[in-house]
């Protein structure tokens, strides 16, 4: 039920009336310089990749004589105000809502049936953190890795024919419906070939819990250790073309003979992304409904392009730039 609610939300988010707001928003998301929300959010991650890889902005009174802490403060009054704000209207109509019986609700509704039932549940202010985490967790990661997808398409009109031949095949000119996701198997092995290239988190720190041996590194309990995933992607001993587009290294022979844990996009164990299947979904809608109207187009080749990393994933010039023709 859940995730046919879900189906429906992103269905109708991209459905075929807003496929040119989506476009725009693909394509221009990073000019947007009138987002106050968004340039928020990109406040936020520079601090945060600033203290990662600054260690002494970790000492917090040092950190608060800096400039992002500034920063931090600002953002975090923009991104909760939004929240509270959000709360505050829902929960002026939250009653009349849950009478309608309707299948359709939204995150904040099931949250607040849920603190119907279980009044500790979580507090308004716990509600704008949580919020502002899947917010922040969510928008920029899918929309990061369809741009970029719609890049490579467009770079690689071969790779690009064979999604559409498989979309018309599968899905036609009408909406997708759920039932078509887990059939349509070149699209799948296209996007995660991209989330490789592209891993939106390209590094992820774990702490030891524990003493241990790591071939010869001694671990000691406490310690943070930094992951690699853009190099694990890359690695030629894993990969077999480990720095160009190959959809085909998602073949299921391919998957089978590889590391488990070769393909990280999402992390993985108990902290791994707690949204996977929305994302998976959520990016296939979007690219089903583009590619069965617009031929995308894109200049330059992937190895021109360079990538710069904070706690994401970017072309260096953070532009993204396509051309779409009608497909008639
Ligand atoms: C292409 C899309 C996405 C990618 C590549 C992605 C990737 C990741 C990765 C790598 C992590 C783990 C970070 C770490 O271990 O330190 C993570 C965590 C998380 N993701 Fe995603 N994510 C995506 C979309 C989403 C969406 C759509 C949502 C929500 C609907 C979401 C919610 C979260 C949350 C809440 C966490 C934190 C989990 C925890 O700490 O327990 N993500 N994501």
Same mark, same amino acid.
């Given at each position: 039920?859940?995730?046919?609610?879900?189906?429906?939300?992103?269905?109708?988010?991209?459905?075929?009336?807003?496929?040119?707001?989506?476009?725009?928003?693909?394509?221009?998301?990073?000019?947007?310089?009138?987002?106050?929300?968004?340039?928020?959010?990109?406040?936020?991650?520079?601090?945060?990749?600033?203290?990662?890889?600054?260690?002494?902005?970790?000492?917090?009174?040092?950190?608060?004589?800096?400039?992002?802490?500034?920063?931090?403060?600002?953002?975090?009054?923009?991104?909760?105000?939004?929240? #509270?704000?959000?709360?505050?209207?829902?929960?002026?109509?939250?009653?009349?809502?849950?009478?309608?019986?309707?299948?359709?609700?939204?995150?904040?509704?099931?949250?607040?049936?849920?603190?119907?039932?279980?009044?500790?549940?979580?507090?308004?202010?716990?509600?704008?953190?949580?919020?502002?985490?899947?917010?922040?967790?969510?928008?920029?990661?899918?929309?990061?890795?369809?741009?970029?997808?719609?890049?490579?398409?467009?770079?690689?009109?071969?790779?690009?024919?064979?999604?559409?031949?498989?979309?018309?095949?599968?899905?036609?000119?009408?909406?997708?419906?759920?039932?078509?996701?887990? #059939?349509?198997?070149?699209?799948?092995?296209?996007?995660?070939?991209?989330? #490789?290239?592209?891993?939106?988190?390209?590094?992820?720190?774990?702490?030891?819990?524990?003493?241990?041996?790591?071939?010869?590194?001694?671990?000691?309990?406490?310690?943070?250790?930094?992951?690699?995933?853009?190099?694990?992607?890359?690695?030629?001993?894993?990969?077999?073309?480990?720095?160009?587009?190959?959809?085909?290294?998602?073949?299921?022979?391919?998957?089978?003979?590889?590391?488990?844990?070769?393909?990280?996009?999402?992390?993985?164990?108990? #902290?791994?992304?707690?949204?996977?299947?929305?994302?998976?979904?959520?990016?296939?809608?979007?690219?089903?409904?583009?590619?069965?109207?617009?031929?995308?187009?894109?200049?330059?080749?992937?190895?021109?392009?360079?990538?710069?990393?904070?706690?994401?994933?970017?072309?260096?010039?953070?532009?993204?730039?396509?051309?779409?023709?009608?497909?008639?």
């Amino acid at each position: 039920m859940m995730a046919q609610n879900n189906f429906q939300y992103v269905l109708s988010y991209v459905g075929t009336p807003s496929i040119i707001i989506i476009m725009f928003l693909v394509i221009l998301k990073y000019y947007n310089n009138n987002s106050l929300y968004y340039n928020n959010l990109f406040r936020m991650y520079t601090v945060v990749h600033a203290r990662m890889v600054k260690v002494w902005l970790q000492v917090e009174w040092i950190f608060k004589l800096t400039k992002y802490w500034k920063l931090q403060e600002e953002g975090k009054s923009v991104i909760h105000g939004f929240f #509270r704000n959000v709360i505050a209207k829902v929960k002026e109509s939250h009653v009349c809502l849950k009478k309608t019986d309707s299948s359709f609700r939204t995150l904040l509704e099931q949250m607040l049936d849920i603190r119907d039932e279980l009044p500790d549940f979580a507090t308004d202010e716990e509600l704008v953190h949580h919020l502002s985490t899947l917010y922040s967790a969510s928008e920029d990661t899918v929309t990061t890795i369809v741009s970029f997808s719609l890049v490579l398409l467009g770079m690689y009109p071969t790779i690009q024919n064979k999604v559409v031949d498989e979309i018309l095949n599968i899905v036609g000119m009408r909406d997708i419906e759920e039932a078509d996701l887990g #059939r349509l198997e070149y699209l799948d092995m296209v996007i995660k070939d991209v989330l #490789r290239l592209f891993p939106i988190a390209p590094f992820i720190a774990r702490e030891a819990t524990q003493d241990f041996q790591l071939d010869t590194w001694m671990i000691p309990k406490g310690c943070t250790v930094i992951m690699s995933i853009h190099s694990i992607h890359r690695d030629n001993k894993l990969w077999e073309k480990p720095n160009e587009f190959y959809p085909e290294h998602f073949l299921p022979g391919a998957v089978r003979g590889r590391h488990p844990y070769a393909f990280l996009p999402f992390s993985a164990g108990p #902290r791994g992304c707690l949204g996977k299947p929305y994302a998976y979904m959520a990016m296939k809608i979007m690219l089903v409904t583009i590619l069965q109207h617009y031929i995308i187009e894109a200049d330059g080749k992937l190895e021109d392009k360079k990538l710069k990393t904070d706690i994401s994933v970017r072309f260096k010039d953070e532009i993204y730039p396509i051309r779409i023709k009608k497909r008639l």
